[in-house]
């Protein structure tokens, strides 16, 4: 699998899990770098803090990319801004596109997902937008110059797994970059659904920050990630549309 | 006064510099942005702060 790469705007990646930190603790993150082998964690921008004397950043290991999100953007406006910011903080220039509208779903708002990806991607941004699954958005995205698109498989924080099978499955399809999955995955069976699809890689927080044993469930979604993907380049085994077919020879039975 | 992350402060006359280190602000982990437009690390010390003026400090969370 070493030759095997997640390949985001010219930068190589190993590891096909991606950490959301929103629920984080020392622990989650030690789990997901150590047990889940990630190598990319996602991180949001917020108004400092004298008084905090802890950072997240005191937690993440060097050589871990860092994605900055633009979660609290309304509009493209706003994430543009937010961007710009989490570049000046100097951690790189990935940004994971977040714009939403409502607070009750937390749904993505594509239109202005695609007027962001396009200012962020000409001033050299590592562009990664999160999207409610749509093949037109999609390829407005890819023109805009995302590196990468992110599909929501079930509303965010609800580990309710592949509730948009069918639209992922769309965009694996019809779209030439990296097919991140990201927000509702729970369970490390989704995850492996979802990989087996041809998923470039999984994004997930929740399923992790609340399950029973963290490392043990960060080691049990990189097996599935792994296997889901080694499924996929493997070439998944063909389905009758009706009946049976023998697996076993139909000759030399021991009767007459 | 100075608008620092919404807050009213009487620290017109300051720099930047000066106000990020009396406020006790880790200046490796944070970005300023002065009426609108972030400010370079290097140019803090050259930033006077005026009455009027609108800065946000933001750092890294958790987050995504």
């Given at each position: 699998m070493n030759s095997d790469k997640l390949i985001i705007g010219g930068h190589e990646f190993n590891s096909r899990f991606i950490l959301g930190s929103?629920?984080?603790?020392m622990k989650l993150i030690e789990a997901a770098v150590k047990?889940?082998?990630?190598e990319i964690i996602t991180l949001a921008v917020r108004r400092a803090n004298?008084?905090?004397?802890?950072?997240i950043l005191d937690y993440i290991p060097k050589g871990i990319t860092l994605l900055p999100n633009t979660s609290g953007a309304r509009n493209a406006e706003e994430a543009v801004r937010i961007a710009r910011l989490a570049r000046a903080l100097g951690c790189g220039n990935f940004v994971k596109i977040e714009i939403m509208?409502?607070?009750?779903?937390?749904?993505?708002d594509n239109v202005e997902t695609v007027k962001a990806t396009e200012i962020l991607a000409k001033e050299g941004f590592v562009v990664m937008p999160y999207m409610y699954p749509d093949l037109n958005t999609a390829r407005d995205l890819v023109n805009a110059g995302a590196a990468s698109v992110m599909p929501l498989?079930?509303?965010?924080?609800?580990?309710?797994?592949?509730?948009?099978k069918e639209f992922i499955q769309i965009l694996i399809d019809e779209i030439d970059l990296p097919i991140i999955v990201d927000a509702g995955i729970g369970r490390p069976s989704q995850a492996c659904e979802a990989m087996e699809m041809g998923a470039a890689a999984i994004m997930a927080n929740t399923a992790l920050a609340t399950a029973g044993d963290l490392p043990m469930m960060a080691s049990a979604f990189k097996q599935a990630i792994e296997a889901g993907r080694k499924a996929y380049l493997a070439g998944l085994g063909r389905v009758l549309t009706r009946g049976a077919s023998a697996s076993d020879p139909l000759t030399g039975f021991l009767r007459d | 006064m100075v608008r620092v992350n919404g807050e009213e402060k009487d620290?017109?006359?300051?720099t930047l510099a000066e106000y990020l280190t009396a406020a006790n602000y880790d200046m490796k982990r944070i970005a300023v942005e002065h009426n609108g437009d972030i400010v370079a690390v290097a140019r803090y010390g050259e930033t006077v702060l005026m009455d009027g003026d609108g800065i946000e400090i933001v750092s890294f969370v958790g987050g995504g």
């Amino acid at each position: 699998m070493n030759s095997d790469k997640l390949i985001i705007g010219g930068h190589e990646f190993n590891s096909r899990f991606i950490l959301g930190s929103g629920k984080y603790s020392m622990k989650l993150i030690e789990a997901a770098v150590k047990d889940a082998g990630a190598e990319i964690i996602t991180l949001a921008v917020r108004r400092a803090n004298t008084k905090e004397n802890e950072s997240i950043l005191d937690y993440i290991p060097k050589g871990i990319t860092l994605l900055p999100n633009t979660s609290g953007a309304r509009n493209a406006e706003e994430a543009v801004r937010i961007a710009r910011l989490a570049r000046a903080l100097g951690c790189g220039n990935f940004v994971k596109i977040e714009i939403m509208r409502d607070s009750k779903y937390l749904l993505p708002d594509n239109v202005e997902t695609v007027k962001a990806t396009e200012i962020l991607a000409k001033e050299g941004f590592v562009v990664m937008p999160y999207m409610y699954p749509d093949l037109n958005t999609a390829r407005d995205l890819v023109n805009a110059g995302a590196a990468s698109v992110m599909p929501l498989a079930s509303p965010i924080g609800s580990n309710k797994g592949l509730a948009t099978k069918e639209f992922i499955q769309i965009l694996i399809d019809e779209i030439d970059l990296p097919i991140i999955v990201d927000a509702g995955i729970g369970r490390p069976s989704q995850a492996c659904e979802a990989m087996e699809m041809g998923a470039a890689a999984i994004m997930a927080n929740t399923a992790l920050a609340t399950a029973g044993d963290l490392p043990m469930m960060a080691s049990a979604f990189k097996q599935a990630i792994e296997a889901g993907r080694k499924a996929y380049l493997a070439g998944l085994g063909r389905v009758l549309t009706r009946g049976a077919s023998a697996s076993d020879p139909l000759t030399g039975f021991l009767r007459d | 006064m100075v608008r620092v992350n919404g807050e009213e402060k009487d620290i017109a006359g300051k720099t930047l510099a000066e106000y990020l280190t009396a406020a006790n602000y880790d200046m490796k982990r944070i970005a300023v942005e002065h009426n609108g437009d972030i400010v370079a690390v290097a140019r803090y010390g050259e930033t006077v702060l005026m009455d009027g003026d609108g800065i946000e400090i933001v750092s890294f969370v958790g987050g995504g």
